[in-house]
């Protein structure tokens, strides 16, 4: 199983990209990856993703990949035809999903949810899941340009009034549509003490 031995010596902050393969998303969405990507690039953070070229994935690598900022992707080897492997940055291909995102988390500080479909959503829903459990303090920040993720928020508010989840782990995940504002939640919230909300 891969570990963070397997990847290059990196000594600054990393940021993990969860967000859509599709080639069909609307294009303003595609541009705001690339976006975050320079951004991401321009803060001298490494970008840490899925490892593939296509959709907003592909877009955010290509961008802080153009802008001079470190990038790794890690892909399980029976997506490298579907995903098309970005093999012009650090790659590390691995042997299943659950490899993968064990690696994305491990070699993270902070995670940037970006618009997508269910395996985006599959891949927040995890590291929230954890960090209910108490399991890690890292940011997780979700850029949701005209009101992506809002539905999201919903839910989650609905099983935190239904009783199924404390009112803390609301403080768990920030949305903010201006990515400004997200990369800004990211560096501050690195800074932020572990909010257990586990403590019932």
């Known amino acids: 199983m891969a570990d963070l031995s397997d990847l290059q010596p ?3 902050f990393s940021v993990c990209v969860f967000c ?20 991401i690039a321009e803060r001298g953070w490494r970008l840490v993703y899925g490892g593939g070229g296509v959709g ?17 992707g890690i892909m399980p080897a029976f997506l490298r035809s579907r995903e098309r492997l970005f093999d012009d940055v650090e790659t590390v291909v691995v042997t299943s999903m659950h490899e993968r995102k064990t690696l994305m988390y491990d070699a993270s500080d902070a995670f940037i949810v ?14 929230l899941s954890w960090k209910r459990l108490d399991l890690h303090p890292k940011p997780v920040v979700f850029h949701g340009p005209g009101g992506f993720w809002d539905s999201f928020d919903a839910m989650m508010r609905h099983s935190v009034e239904t009783g199924m989840t404390p009112e803390s782990f609301l403080d768990a995940y ?9 990369v800004e939640a990211v560096a501050t919230g690195a800074n932020a003490a572990p909010l257990q909300h586990d403590r019932r």
């Open 114 to 127: 970006a618009p997508g479909g269910v395996g985006t959503l599959e891949e927040a829903v995890e590291v």
């Open 56 to 72: 907003l994935m592909g877009a955010a690598a290509r961008a802080a990949h153009a802008a001079g900022g470190r990038v790794v």
């Open 10 to 12: 990196f000594d600054g």
């Open 174 to 182: 920030e949305i903010h549509a201006d990515l400004e504002q997200v």
């Open 20 to 39: 859509g393969s599709s080639e069909r998303a609307d294009p303003a969405l595609t541009e705001g990856a690339a976006r975050l990507g320079r951004m």
